[in-house]
């Protein structure tokens, strides 16, 4: 996987983000659409920036005040939001429905989370790292590819202090997760939108390349599953639950 230097704020050029955006959108569905779709992205952005919206944003920092940490979705500067447009745009999982789903994988596996490895592919600033660590997790490991929001995780890393924490092995990678070769452990692998399409594919075939090469079993939290075709058409998953809000998958 190649991956960033974290030291450079950003390596991440803007122009050529927008340009493969562009073109890859073009090729899909046309040049015009492509356009229309940039200029309402980047109508929305405008709207986005206004002091209005950026104070309805901290209604995500309640996390943040609780542990002393920068997680929230609104202390992101206009490159790093622009870059969103072309990549995901960042926002950290809420913790009630964080809970919720591991919750949900266990009641459904009876899974011991100590042979897990928990891997959070588009960690943004870091934390469903922090919120996996009150599960007694083998190890836990995120990859994003923003370097401003992986430094803003290696800083929640150090930082965050919890008396229910269970795991104290935690990584923050900076890199493109699509690329990401998966550890040869049994695998949670937790999905909140990072890719688009493409990007989804490709991370699902390395996951079950890496299933061939290793058999052992992997389950998939998807939260706010908008491409779910791309998991229920793989031979390697089943759906095990889930509600409107996540999915749950087991490898067969
Ligand atoms: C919706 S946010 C989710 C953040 C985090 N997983 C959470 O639930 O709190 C999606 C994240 O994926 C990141 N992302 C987008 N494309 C990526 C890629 N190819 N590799 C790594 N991260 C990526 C974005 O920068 C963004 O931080």
Redesign the pocket.
Known sequence: MHQHDSRDSSPISLLSSAWHWWRDTAMREGHFAATRKLLIALWEFVRDSTPQRRRQRYGDADYDWDHRVN?TSAALNWR?RL??IF???????EAVL?REMLEALRDHTHADFRDFVFI?????????LLMASDYPFRRIV?????PA?HQAAQDNLSKYRSASQKCFTLEAIC????E?SFPAQPIVL??????PES?LRRAIANLEQSLRDHPRAAYVLY??PLLEPVLSESAAFSKIGGTHQYAVYASR
């Open positions: 997680t790093d870059l969103g990549y995901s745009p960042y926002q950290p999982t964080f959070d592919l588009g960690s943004g600033k870091g934390r469903t995120g990859v994003e590819l923003l929001l890199g493109d997760a699509t990401f937790y999905l909140f939108n990072p890719f990007g939260h706010n």
